[in-house]
């Protein structure tokens, strides 16, 4: 598979979930586990341009997809348009459910660049964040949506 | 370094922390291994009371990649897991808590074998292969009915009762006779997790003889402290680490049997070894929090003066005590009266046991229960009384001018100003028009709650030797380092997991040293590089924390006049910091950068005659009260009475916390606080059934709150600041869980009112509410 642009080979275990695949065989920890019924969003990431739970999926089930991952969408100085409103807007505290909230908003703007207040909640309900409150999750996804 | 001149107290600056955490480059527990570490996977109990016959772990040990499995007799630790705080003068039954059950489990989850294997998938395999057999033993899941004599969780106690504590001043008995109105009600606070979104996790590695344990912890150094007493090794020779930690909320304060455990298989097998639990095993064995029920009893002359207020609560304590859990129930008893003056006031505690997961803290730990209690009881009152539930508040509330307040429990309120708080709330926004706005069938209603809490967990002259219990100093340190080149590094004790204090230390030292809080670098949660501290919890990281981090630079402050005042041939008097530098009144052009002043330090020709070289200072704080941040909040609620359904539509909030450094942040941790308590009053609750299976054992179970569940918020601060520190600040990251449940839940029996419903206790579910709605029809 191509994760963040770079051909990936690996023989795996058929079971291996494809978040351990990225987590532990290629190192990219960006994406979390926070829960194992799919439900929290953590390891929300990108399969050929789609967002997915990475949790949900086997390794060998993205056997010649594109994968994107946190570590594909910005880097210092040339941060994400998300990204920078995340910080700008206090998305975040932890920061643990943080990369699958941004993988899940960059979905939404992708399908729906110009999103209101509730389709931004709706498209972020698969997505879990204890800290938040989701006010300013909702505020940066909006302000992202204006640059 | 530039100089620079920036008030940066107060301002909303961006978080230093944010960049890792955005790119995914922070390291939590799960991101970091080493070589040659092992897995580990606990084989758990299925029963909720069950002696245990026999374990058979031959097929286990034999399992590809298995280097060992341990079973509660095999580990020969110290002493049981810790409890450290007890009430005072109180007998506590503390029935042994081991790491792994050794011949009796009391709650499904108590873990009874540890197996250890070279891979991760492997050891959960092998863990299936350890054969359990257990005798059941009865159960008791219901707080009452444990109370009152039913099946015994640990036999030889002969009874269920943990605990009783008392704490009570005025006369009671004359508030009561003096009331003309007398409300009782029964409050259930029902069970909750913690749910942190990152799981707990633990890598313990020992070596050489000293053990570095990194934990998913909020408390490095009381986890260091009980790792030496546990494995009986001296505390230098242990290190303990919280990494970047995935929220907390009180689940991780905790010295949890996982960590122990694991620290005894590294020193056992010579290897480091980790584990990391699922979601699921964390349901089951993380500590849950709240769980009383409260029977209070509040009187009131008729024209609304309260005379008196009495609660007797009921903890579910779950089958054993953790770190703190029978002093949960005891810091909401602090505040039990909440912001009103009331003359006789009294609680009594009994902390019962039962079949589930031990209860602990969580956000707010015993305040959130309290001021539910007393909020649900002046809304009960005015209807009673037949009043505004505004006027009667009003009525009762301590006087902004009594401050320093000492309430009848004989506790020091440090500042306030309730009236102000509910006045800026109900400038903030207009509720009433709301709820006039409800949709054809819909039902709307307001909910207010005006509350205090207890925090800047604590005195030690309160808590330690002569008052309530808790067994040791609170303070913290820090260490301010001002380095060659000027930067700076502070090292501080807490261990924050989510709220941002990196950057509002930062803002503190900048503040105090005039130069940009991006040159300065805050260092935390590593006992082998801070300074001690106890931890982050009761909104004390700041209030203690950061005020031991103004104290130290405040030393800094001290030297680097002196060092000026030698260069400049000034009187030390004289120097001040002035647009960045510190200069001689009047002359702010020859002043020194503390950056300047630094490269001068650490050469001693520069020093005044007899001064240490170098920047660096340290301190440590030990408050001489708590901080009582306070505030209003209100919201509107609309119930669908055909479907049960409530909607919170609009919620605004005025909270105080004193100055804020970064406001920023400050309202970050109020709109988390709300959600959460929105989720316990809408959403959340830990169930489990009469066998003691656990029922919500899942996030598709155990419903938290979704974006798409709540509103955005309409927030205002006023300040008033604390007189018990130099910064004059209280504390936040609990306030919006301790305000909110009351004012939904305020809300929701508001909206109920008009079809004759006139009390349900949380959680607030359709089902629920669309029972209460018909059984107020019948």
Redesign the interface.
Same mark, same amino acid.
């Given at each position: 598979m191509t994760v963040n642009g770079a051909q990936q080979s690996a023989e795996v *275990?058929p079971?291996?979930l494809l978040v351990?695949f990225l987590? *532990?065989t290629l190192g990219?920890?960006?994406?979390?586990?926070?829960?194992?019924?799919s439900?929290?969003g953590?390891c929300t990431v990108h399969l050929n341009g789609e967002a997915i739970k990475s949790c949900t999926l086997l390794a060998a089930q993205a056997d010649g997809a594109e994968i994107k991952?946190?570590?594909g969408?910005?880097? *210092?100085g040339a941060?994400h348009p998300l #990204?920078e409103a995340?910080?700008?807007h206090?998305g975040? #505290?932890?920061?643990?459910?943080?990369?699958g909230m941004?993988m899940a908003s960059a979905d939404l703007l992708q399908r729906n660049p110009k999103p209101n207040?509730e389709e931004?909640?709706?498209a972020?309900?698969?997505?879990?964040?204890?800290?938040?409150?989701?006010?300013?999750?909702?505020?940066a996804v909006l302000a992202a949506s204006e640059s | 370094m530039s100089a620079v001149a920036e008030p940066w107290v107060g301002q909303p600056l961006?978080?230093k !922390? @944010? +960049?890792?955490?955005?790119?995914?480059?922070?390291?939590?527990i799960? @991101?970091i291994n080493v070589t040659g570490q092992l897995w580990a996977s606990f084989v758990r109990s299925p029963e909720a009371h069950a002696k245990i016959t026999s374990i058979d772990t031959t097929e286990a040990k034999a399992f590809g990649g298995v280097h060992a499995v341990f079973t509660g007799n095999d580990l020969d630790l110290e002493a049981p897991l810790p409890m450290a705080w007890v009430p005072p003068g109180v007998e506590v039954k503390n029935p042994p808590h081991w790491a792994l059950a050794k011949d009796e489990v009391h709650h499904v989850g108590d873990p009874v074998a540890l197996v250890i294997g070279s891979d991760?998938?492997a050891v959960v395999d092998a863990a299936q292969q350890v054969y359990v057999e257990y005798e059941p033993l009865p159960v008791v899941v219901d707080l009452e009915q444990a109370y009152e004599g039913g099946d015994l969780v640990h036999a030889d106690l002969g009874t269920n009762q943990c605990h009783e504590w008392s704490l009570g001043g005025g006369d009671l008995e004359a508030g009561f006779a003096a009331a003309e109105v007398v409300v009782e009600r029964r409050i259930v606070n029902h069970r909750t997790a913690g749910?942190?979104? !990152? +799981?707990r996790g633990v890598l313990a590695d020992y070596r050489a003889g000293s053990l570095t344990l990194t934990s998913s912890t909020q408390v490095p150094h009381f986890l260091r402290l009980f790792l030496a007493l546990q494995l009986g090794i001296s505390e230098d020779r242990v290190r303990a680490i919280a990494p !970047? =930690?995935?929220?907390g /909320?009180g689940s991780k304060l905790q010295i949890y049997g996982e960590e122990i455990a694991l620290a005894w298989a590294s020193r056992k097998l010579e290897r480091p070894v980790k584990w990391v639990e $699922?979601? $699921?095993e964390g349901m089951l064995a993380t500590h849950h929090g709240r769980d009383q029920i409260a029977y209070a009893k509040i009187g009131a002359t008729r024209d609304g003066k309260i005379t008196a207020y009495h609660t007797k609560i009921l903890q579910d304590l779950g089958a054993y005590l953790m770190l703190l859990t029978p002093t949960i129930p005891s810091l909401g008893a602090f505040v039990m009266s909440g912001v009103y003056d009331i003359p006789a006031v009294q609680t009594d505690i009994i902390g019962v046991f039962t079949n589930k997961m031990p209860t602990d803290a969580i956000r707010g730990a015993g305040r959130p229960e309290a001021t539910h209690q007393i909020e649900l009881m002046i809304d009960q009152l005015a209807d009673e009384l037949g009043m505004d539930r505004l006027e009667l508040r009003r009525k009762n509330f301590m006087a902004p001018e009594s401050f320093p307040h000492e309430t009848a429990l004989g506790i020091v309120y440090d500042s306030g100003d309730y009236p102000k708080a509910l006045d800026t709330l109900l400038e903030l926004a207009d509720l009433e028009a709301v709820k006039a706005q409800a949709a054809p069938g819909k039902l709307r209603g307001i909910g207010y709650s005006t509350y205090t809490e207890i925090c800047g967990l604590a005195p030690s002259r309160v808590t330690g030797p002569s008052g309530f219990g808790l067994q040791t100093g609170l303070w913290e340190s820090a260490l301010v380092r001002v380095h060659i080149t000027g930067a700076v590094t502070v090292y501080t004790g807490t261990s924050p997991?989510?709220?941002?204090l990196e950057t509002t230390m930062a803002q503190i030292v900048a503040q105090r040293l005039g130069c940009d809080p991006q040159n300065v670098e805050v260092i935390h949660g590593d006992t082998g590089t801070g300074p001690q501290g106890l931890g982050t919890y009761g909104s004390r990281s700041t209030a203690v924390g950061g005020e031991s981090v103004a104290r130290a630079t405040a030393k800094i402050v001290d030297k680097a006049r002196q060092i000026v005042a030698h260069q400049l041939e000034a009187a030390v008097d004289d120097i001040e910091l002035i647009d960045g530098k510190f200069a001689v009144k009047g002359s702010p052009d020859k002043g020194m950068t503390i950056g300047e002043i630094s490269g001068a330090a650490y050469i001693p020709e520069n020093l005044p005659d007899g001064m240490e070289p170098g920047l660096e200072e340290q301190a440590f704080y030990d408050p001489e009260n708590f901080v009582f941040p306070f505030g209003a909040h209100g919201c509107v609620v609309e119930v669908d009475p055909d479907t049960g359904n409530v909607d919170v539509i609009k919620y605004a909030a005025v909270d105080d916390c004193g100055p804020a450094i970064n406001p920023?942040?400050i @309202?970050?941790? =109020?709109?988390?606080?709300? =959600?959460?308590a929105i989720g316990q009053a809408l959403f959340e609750r830990i169930h489990y059934n009469e066998d003691g299976q656990l029922v919500t054992g899942? /996030?598709?179970d155990y419903a938290?709150p979704?974006?798409? @569940? =709540?509103p $955005? /918020?309409d927030l205002d601060r006023t300040e008033t600041p604390s007189p018990v520190n130099s910064l004059g600040v209280k504390g936040i990251g609990e306030a919006?869980t301790i305000a909110a449940s009351p004012a939904i839940t305020n809300a929701v029996l508001d909206a109920l009112r008009p079809l004759g419903v006139t009390f349900i206790n949380m959680p607030l579910g359709p089902q629920r509410v669309w029972e209460a709605i018909q059984e107020a029809k019948a």
């Open positions: *275990e079971r291996l351990h987590r *532990e990219l920890t960006g994406t979390h586990v926070g829960c194992d019924t439900n929290c953590a991952t946190i570590e969408m910005g880097q *210092e941060l #990204q995340f910080w700008e206090h975040l #505290q932890c920061g643990y459910c943080t990369p941004i207040e931004v909640r709706e972020l309900a698969g997505n879990l964040c204890r800290c938040t409150g989701y006010h300013n999750i909702v505020k | 961006k978080r !922390e @944010d +960049p890792r955490l955005i790119m995914g480059r922070a390291r939590y799960d @991101d991760r998938y749910a942190a979104i !990152e +799981p !970047e =930690v995935g929220g /909320f $699922s979601r $699921s997991h989510g709220q941002g920023k942040i @309202d970050g941790q =109020v709109h988390g606080g709300i =959600v959460h899942n /996030f598709a938290l979704s974006a798409a @569940d =709540v $955005s /918020f919006g």
